[in-house]
């Protein structure tokens, strides 16, 4: 009798105890295996940024393996093209001191004075153009390739996406921000403020 | 919905019939293919026999599937009105003759949503019926037009998210979007996530750094670290949850039912990331602050007493967009994508960065990853 | 067709039994009343604000409900510790303390689910949970194996006492072939539902304060010292104030499984408390929180200062036979156990649990007035829910209570 009762609570006990183990999972060891093993058939989404990019004017750009779009920046440019004003070459323009300088308001704060100066960057002969360190002439809309010069580890990064931000989604196509849309090229670092946002709530939780 | 992998307890008549009816893999429903021998009632005799017996009730779910099958509506609905508080509200709103439409359709509103099911197992049209139920609701009730979404996980998508923690600077514009983006509580300040201020040269000292900080940022000397829910691959607070009101969904976001969720807060203890809140008090949002944008598992309004949590904005990354902490973040530190993409940004973080996580030895799998210039 | 009229007849005779006695007896179940409805009241004004009426945040997101449902389900499996020597073993000396550990074991039970539901968020839809009508995570939520554990436990130990009860009712004498093996399954139930109440806890790798092997080991050893503590204290009491007889020798006997069990207990303390000192890791900071404060936060000290003296001397008195057969100081020795295991297994279990947080953050927790109004409410439900069961079961099993036939 009470035999029987002890083979019967011990089975029932076994069963459980089977039944027990968790379940659903299991199929990858861990997300890496399950990243490569479900990426190897992608072929796309259904799911796409075009829609969030209308209205946005962009220029595909192709940096080595990269290909993807940057916002373009000619039109984005106050009074582009330059020429419109500096209808001369700068040494022509020179006046005397007295009368207001052409953007007098730009503080150049980008690297120092032994390093850059305006015409790192700008032409005084060609204006509506940037150039290279060797005065090779750069399109406005590339303006990257001013900065890769010499933030080449920024530029890698960049390129696949680790550095800058996206347009508007995370679907393809890939449209990226490009340097000149987060940093203020002549004073391209950012600044302290406060932040946004204080929890009152979590001080008094606290206390 | 094929049912042959649940794992719960729910009496699924209807179901387990009708997997046992059209069974013979030909697709047909009559006794044309080879497969069907004579003896057999045929299928579709079979069909109408069940339908009969159990009318359309086959693929509801939860309380649905027992009350619908086992006796008229009204019988169930009599039975339950004495047990429970709402439930007699409602009958007894929407018996009078007194009261208008409107509060007898919201009555009615209330009623079925009060005793709808899980929205894991709803069916398509089940899933449209509860989302244009909440959108009226909100009509009647604010007389204002919410849009809300039921948008299903999408193929191939695994969504990932990487922070780079040398980018930080700790302005928190990021935890402002999410607070505006997903309708949190204003009055408890809810936020979803918590910017860490850390000290240079003390590694990751969680305890000792400062999660609320109001000084001029970035602080000399210190860096900054965020932190939400990580979406794991393997998530404890899935497991341990007793009405499977929270749970992974395709794409990776671990979502919550709001309506589902019986507040018992187990998943609480169980996330090792600080990850889940609760609604301590009812939510308030002022009228003009609320985000009408929504999805059934997102940013909807929530009610007292249910969990909730990041869910990748899930309103706006299934439609393509970015959440709204990467949209806001001003240096780029927050990088969002889609894990199969070969070719997506996140996956070159991944593949091209020291990356790490927190917490790895748990086993959580998180789908969120740290990193460094 | 005569179980029924007997049935009927019982249920009227225990209505009868529950109503008429003493002028204590009335002032007592006045005064549990009183304070059920204290407690209904503090309820519905947490209904109405939600639980920010608790003192429980998101940081402390369990507080003093869960910790007294801890403790409870400890008391309510204790009962076995009776169980076991009387249908098992056949040792006649625990028979008349076993029906009243039993009807201890249903108001523990009964308490742990009105404070699981008072826990609850959301307790309009709590029919979820409900097996069939909702969705239930079994196997992989612990919680559902708790539901599971708990009601039919509480099935057990309601069926049990009620069949021999009822054939005592009729002067029949109940046939141990019917009540054994369900007494035998109660043993392995018992075990079960503070096993599992443990695993709850034990399997959350989030909270390394709970997350040891020990834990279930404890709940068990802690649970079979306060347990028989109480139904000592409960028999003491009885002896007193009823006519029904217990002998001193099976108070003794019940206090022998206290001393065995408090001693059990106390080494294992004293290997917790080793691994968490002796080699600390950031994973010791609660029971350094617990202990010693953390950060000048220091809210749980004078509880667990209290508990562990406390714990010590009832264990250390408990250990010399002659003191511990001495009624007197047993029972004393039982009261500040049954004191010392609530605050451990309560409070000092659940809240350092969750401090610091997982980011190492601390928000300290104090439960709020309309919390502990609620407690105290669901123990007086479950003080009430035992007198009537002790009373109807006495007087039937002092065959003062016998059906009539007409």
Redesign the interface.
């Known amino acids: 009798?009470?035999k029987k009762?002890?083979i019967y609570?011990l089975g029932c006990?076994c069963i459980v105890t089977l039944?027990?183990?968790?379940?659903?999972?299991g199929e990858y060891h861990?997300?890496t295996d399950?990243?490569e093993a479900?990426?190897k058939n992608?072929?796309?989404?259904?799911?796409?940024?075009e829609?969030?990019l209308e209205g946005i004017e962009t220029v595909e750009i192709s940096e080595g393996p990269h290909t993807f779009l940057i916002p373009e920046r000619k039109s984005q440019i106050k009074s582009y093209a330059c020429t419109e004003c500096h209808t001369k070459p700068l040494h022509q323009l020179k006046t005397n001191d007295t009368i207001k300088k052409a953007h007098w308001d730009i503080k150049l704060a980008h690297a120092n004075l032994n390093t850059m100066n305006c015409i790192t960057c700008h032409n005084g002969n060609d204006m509506d153009n940037l150039k290279s360190l060797t005065g090779n002439t750069i399109d406005f809309n590339r303006s990257h390739k001013l900065c890769s010069q010499c933030h080449s580890?920024?530029f890698e990064?960049w390129k696949?996406?680790?550095?800058?931000?996206?347009v508007?989604?995370?679907?393809?196509p890939?449209a990226?921000?490009t340097c000149v849309n987060?940093h203020n090229p002549h004073k391209p670092s950012?600044e302290?403020?406060?932040?946004?946002?204080?929890?009152?709530?979590?001080?008094k939780?606290?206390e | 919905m094929s049912n042959n992998n649940k794992k719960w307890f729910s009496l699924d008549l209807g179901n387990t019939k009708k997997e046992a009816t059209g069974s013979c893999g030909c697709g047909k429903t009559s006794g044309g293919c080879g497969s069907h021998t004579h003896d057999q009632i045929s299928d579709k005799d079979f069909d109408a026999a069940v339908d009969a017996a159990i009318g359309d009730e086959r693929k509801k779910d939860g309380f649905d599937q027992v009350f619908d099958v086992q006796m008229d509506r009204r019988t169930a609905f009599r039975k339950l009105t004495a047990s429970l508080l709402i439930g007699a509200g409602a009958v007894s709103t929407s018996c009078s003759v007194t009261t208008g439409e409107n509060a007898k359709e919201k009555a009615q509103i209330d009623w079925e949503e009060q005793f709808k099911g899980n929205y894991k197992l709803m069916t398509d049209e089940e899933r449209n019926a509860t989302v244009e139920r909440l959108v009226r609701s909100y009509q009647l009730r604010k007389k204002k037009n919410i849009n809300m979404s039921s948008k299903d996980a999408e193929k191939d998508v695994l969504f990932g998210y990487a922070f780079n923690i040398s980018k930080c600077q700790g302005y928190m514009d990021c935890v402002s979007a999410c607070v505006e983006e997903n309708n949190q509580d204003r009055n408890s300040q809810m936020e979803y996530i918590r910017i860490h201020e850390m000290k240079d040269g003390k590694g990751f000292k969680f305890d000792e750094a400062d999660d609320n900080y109001y000084h001029e940022v970035p602080a000399e000397g210190h860096f900054y670290m965020g932190t939400q829910c990580f979406h794991c691959d393997n998530p404890p607070c899935v497991d341990v949850c007793p009405v499977q009101a929270t749970w992974r969904e395709d794409d990776g976001l671990v979502v919550i039912d709001y309506d589902w969720c019986v507040g018992c807060r187990y998943c609480m203890a169980a996330c090792p990331y600080d990850g889940r809140r609760f609604n301590w008090s009812t939510p308030e949002v002022p009228e003009e602050e609320v985000n009408k944008n929504q999805h059934y598992l997102g940013n909807r309004m929530r009610k007292k007493g249910v969990m909730e949590k990041c869910t990748f904005c899930v309103q706006r990354s299934r439609a393509g967009k970015n959440p709204a902490c990467v949209e806001a973040c001003p240096t780029g530190a927050r990088i969002f994508g889609n894990l199969l993409d070969p070719d997506s940004t996140i996956r070159w973080v991944l593949e091209n960065k020291k990356v790490f996580r927190l917490k790895e030895d748990l086993g959580t799998e998180p789908k969120f990853w740290y990193f460094m210039d | 067709m005569r179980r029924l009229k007997v049935f009927r007849s019982l249920v009227k005779d225990s209505l009868d039994t529950t109503t008429q006695g003493s002028k204590r007896y009335h002032i007592w179940m006045a005064f549990l009343t009183f304070v059920m409805l204290i407690g209904m009241y503090c309820y519905s004004i947490q209904l109405e604000y939600g639980l920010s009426a608790t003192g429980m945040t998101d940081r402390v997101s369990w507080g003093l409900y869960i910790s007294n449902f801890t403790f409870l389900v400890g008391v309510a499996a204790a009962a076995v510790m009776l169980v076991m020597p009387t249908y098992v073993l056949k040792d006649i000396d625990f028979k008349q303390a076993v029906l009243i550990g039993e009807g201890l074991a249903v108001a523990a039970l009964i308490m742990c689910l009105a404070f699981v539901v008072a826990d609850m968020g959301g307790p309009s839809v709590l029919w979820h949970m409900i097996p069939g009508l909702g969705v239930f995570n079994f196997p992989n939520s612990m919680l559902t194996w708790d539901v599971l554990v708990l009601n039919g436990y509480l099935f057990l130990n309601i069926s049990i006492p009620f069949y021999i009860l009822f054939r005592r009712y009729q002067g029949k004498v109940p046939n141990p072939k019917i009540y054994v093996p369900g007494a035998i399954l109660s043993v392995f139930w018992a075990v079960a539902i503070h096993l599992v109440t443990a695993f709850l806890y034990q399997g959350l790798q989030a909270r390394p304060f709970w997350n040891n092997a020990l834990l279930g080991p404890r709940f068990l050893a802690s649970a079979f010292a306060a347990g028989p503590a109480l139904i000592i204290l409960v028999l003491a009491i009885i002896r007193t104030f009823t006519e029904f007889k217990i002998e001193d020798k099976t108070i003794k006997k019940i206090g022998m499984i206290v001393t065995v069990a408090a001693q059990i207990n106390l080494i294992m303390l004293v290997s917790e408390l080793f691994k968490e000192f002796y080699a600390p890791t950031h994973h010791s900071e609660s029971a350094y929180y617990l202990f010693f404060g953390l950060h000048g936060k220091t809210a749980l000290l004078p509880w667990i200062w209290t508990a562990i003296p406390l714990n010590v001397l009832a264990t250390v008195l408990l250990t010399f036979g002659k003191l511990r057969n001495n009624l007197k100081v047993l029972y004393f020795c039982c009261f500040i156990l049954f004191i010392a295991i609530w605050i451990e297994k309560g409070f000092g279990l659940i809240v350092p649990g969750f401090i610091p947080g997982p980011y190492g953050k601390i928000a300290e927790y104090t439960p709020t007035g309309i919390e502990i109004g609620v407690t105290l409410g669901i123990w007086a439900l479950g003080a009430f829910v035992f007198t009537i069961l002790a009373k109807t079961a006495i007087k039937i099993e002092t065959g003062r209570l016998r059906f009539k036939t007409k």
């Open positions: 009798m009470t009762n002890y609570i006990t039944f027990s183990c968790k379940h659903g999972e861990n997300i399950k990243i479900k990426s992608y072929h796309g989404t259904s799911i796409s940024s829609q969030l580890k920024q990064d696949g996406g680790a550095h800058g931000k996206k508007a989604g995370w679907a393809p890939r990226s921000m987060c950012f302290t403020r406060w932040p946004a946002r204080f929890n009152t709530q979590k001080v939780e606290r």
